[in-house]
Structure formats: structure tokens, C-alpha cells
């Protein structure tokens, strides 16, 4: 596998690149503009170790059609992000073919902090009907970040997917490929006495199976053992409230636990 990483400008142009069999590393000294992106190519569709700065811990990605490109967040989209990532004028980006007993291992196949509204092209990714007035820090994205802290709101890293009071509120994770769950970890919002909770909510799966899950107030994460389930998405909807003064449940992280298909 070829491995490519480029940084390019708002006009497309390119600004840094390196490439190399399997692994790649970029060093970038300059500070980014707003309208930078970063991209990164494979010379053929698959799984990739992918850590774009410093401040944020690789993740294991699949990329179906050997390509992702990724916006450098400024202005209000920076809330969601370490005070530090994207920073500076010195940048390490890494991206590495991903070693066959990384992808045969089970692990969080929720986990993507580089995951945002525009990504199709790198998975796990995750949708949802309805966020918090479009604030970053209410983003859906937030809840596969890896951040579960969960004691506060509205900055990092207390981000969380804030369902604007809508009790249709939906979510829905895609993995790009069949995978094979056997766990799922939610992490509710805990910044009580301003948020409420929800006491059910429901999983729908790709091959129909829906899994219902009954939830409790709580700061901790509350695991939920599954059958084996082949799926391509996971959704979970029909969050079910408490009987609380408070109108904002909201979701500080899922986690997914399986293998590939």
C-alpha cells in the first residue's frame, strides 16, 4: 500500500506532501490558514492507523475508496477539538497501513475523532436528524471523539450530541463494511442538576435485529452485552426520557465493541 499525506490551501494548492510504501510522515512548519485541509491517500481501499496531530490519539480507520480529506476546524468548529491540536507552526501527521492483527482484534469500532458533517469517505461514521442549535460542541461527532468526560457542557472536552429537546432525536453510526458486534457502552451526559437522562432507548441493526436497552442516572458507562450481530450500521433511536425537571438529555459517547465481519 502506497501512503500519501498532503496538506493543501483553500485554492487546492498544494502546500506540503510526502509518500512512501505503508507508512508516511509529514512534518508541516507552518501554521494553518483557515480553509486548509489535510488528505490522505492509499494506493488501494482498506484499513489505515491515521493520527493527524499531535493532540489527538490515532485511530484505526477503514477507508473504501483509499481516500479521506479532512478540514482544519477554525472559529466556532475549533470548540469541539483540544485547545492545542491544529496549532502552532509545527505539525507531525502519521498514517500508517493498518497490521493484520490490528483489524482482526476486537476494539471500539465507534472510535473516529477525525469524523465530521462532510466525511464519506473514512469510517466508523456517524449521522444524526437533529443536533443543538449546529453548535460544535452538541455535534454528533462528538459522541465516537474518545472524550467521555461528562460532568459539563458546551466546551471541550465535556463535547456531547445535544438533541435540541427533540424526542425523535436518532443517530446512526456506519461502518463502510459488515462488522460483528458483541458490545455497545454508552456514556450519558452527566452535568446534573442541568441535564436529565434517559431510562430506555432502543439499537436497530442492518439485518433488522433491534436490541432494547434500559439506562439509569448515571456518570458511568453503561455496558450492554450482545449476540453476536453481523451489521453494516448501528442506529439508535426511541431515547426515552426521564420524569425530570430538566429538558436536556443528551449523549457523551457510544462505543462499539466487535470485529470485522
Not at 443517530?171 to 437522562?197: K, M, N, S, Y
Request: charged content about 20%.
Amino acid at each position: 500500500m502506497r501512503v500519501t499525506l498532503t496538506v493543501v490551501d483553500a485554492a487546492g494548492q498544494n502546500l506540503a506532501q510526502s509518500s512512501a510504501d505503508h507508512e508516511a510522515f509529514l512534518v508541516y512548519r507552518q501554521p494553518y490558514r483557515d480553509g486548509d485541509q489535510l488528505l490522505v491517500d492509499v494506493s488501494e481501499p482498506g484499513h489505515i492507523r491515521l493520527a493527524l496531530d499531535a493532540a489527538m490519539a490515532p485511530a484505526i480507520l477503514y477507508l473504501p475508496q483509499g481516500r479521506f480529506s479532512f478540514s482544519i476546524p477554525f472559529g466556532a468548529r475549533k470548540i469541539a477539538y483540544p485547545p492545542h491540536a491544529f496549532c502552532g507552526d509545527l505539525h507531525r501527521l502519521h498514517a500508517a497501513k493498518a497490521r493484520p492483527e490490528e483489524i482482526a482484534a476486537q476494539r471500539n469500532l465507534a472510535f473516529n475523532p477525525l469524523d465530521d458533517h462532510a466525511n464519506s469517505q473514512a469510517f466508523p461514521h456517524v449521522e444524526a436528524n437533529v443536533e443543538t442549535r449546529g453548535e460544535a460542541a452538541f455535534a454528533v461527532r462528538n459522541v465516537i471523539d474518545g472524550e467521555r468526560a461528562n460532568s459539563n457542557h458546551g466546551f471541550w472536552p465535556f463535547t456531547s450530541w445535544g438533541i435540541n429537546r427533540d424526542p425523535q432525536a436518532a443517530l446512526t453510526l456506519f461502518f463502510g463494511r459488515p462488522v460483528t458486534l458483541r458490545e455497545v457502552v454508552l456514556t450519558l451526559r452527566a452535568d446534573f442538576p442541568h441535564d436529565a437522562w434517559w431510562e430506555s432507548a432502543v439499537l436497530s441493526f442492518s439485518g433488522g435485529e433491534e436490541a432494547r436497552l434500559a439506562l439509569v442516572k448515571s456518570s458511568a458507562a453503561q455496558c450492554f452485552s450482545l449476540p453476536e450481530t453481523r451489521t453494516e450500521w448501528v442506529r439508535l433511536h426511541s431515547l426515552v426520557k426521564a420524569d425530570d425537571p430538566s429538558p436536556f438529555p443528551a449523549l457523551t459517547q457510544v462505543e462499539v465493541w466487535g470485529t470485522e465481519a
